[in-house]
């Protein structure tokens, strides 16, 4: 008789911070803490365009859920151990992100590490792209030389011009 009375609860999520092909880099299970009333709140998060705070439950951390591409509610994203799960109906594999990495806002590359002796895909910075732009001035003509502050008697003298010189 007072169905009304009672308040919606919004179920705990997974925060996804990128979604590949066939993998998902998952930060952990948080808590939404919307700014609006929790029915809109949870008809935002089905239709994923929730907009609020999410309340990482590893570390009590509360991020804004820009941060993630996808916020997946508990009993929607099915674990199937630690590397894999189901999730809108299709199967993925699972790479864990770190803390550091949670508010980063460029690509991830997952690596597998071992965690307590256990192989795990572990999410890091894709820097790629520094990697690459370091390589191709490292084979530029113009590049910096270094040497000791020994090998300074081999330098040629510096012209100071004759204005300059004491």
């Not at 007072?2 to 919606?8: E, F, M, Q, V």
């Not at 550091?100 to 894709?126: A, F, I, K, M």
């Not at 090998?151 to 011009?161: I, K, T, V």
């Amino acid at each position: 008789m007072l169905d009304w009375l009672k308040r919606t609860k919004l179920p705990d999520v997974w925060a996804i911070k990128q979604i590949d092909d066939d993998l998902l880099h998952v930060c952990g299970r948080g808590e939404l803490e919307p700014r609006e009333r929790p029915a809109k709140a949870l008809q935002a998060l089905q239709e994923n365009r929730f907009e609020g705070a999410i309340r990482m439950h590893d570390s009590a951390l509360v991020l804004n859920a820009r941060l993630f591409a996808a916020l997946a509610p508990v009993d929607d994203l099915i674990l199937r151990g630690q590397d894999r799960a189901k999730w809108c109906d299709r199967q993925y594999r699972l790479s864990w992100v770190p803390q550091r990495c949670w508010v980063y806002e460029g690509r991830l590359t997952s690596t597998l590490t071992h965690v307590n002796g256990v192989p795990q895909h572990v999410s890091v910075e894709d820097v790629s792209a520094i990697r690459d732009k370091a390589a191709s001035a490292e084979s530029d003509e113009a590049s910096v030389h270094f040497a000791s502050l020994e090998a300074r008697g081999n330098l040629p003298p510096l012209d100071m011009g004759p204005d300059r010189r004491r």
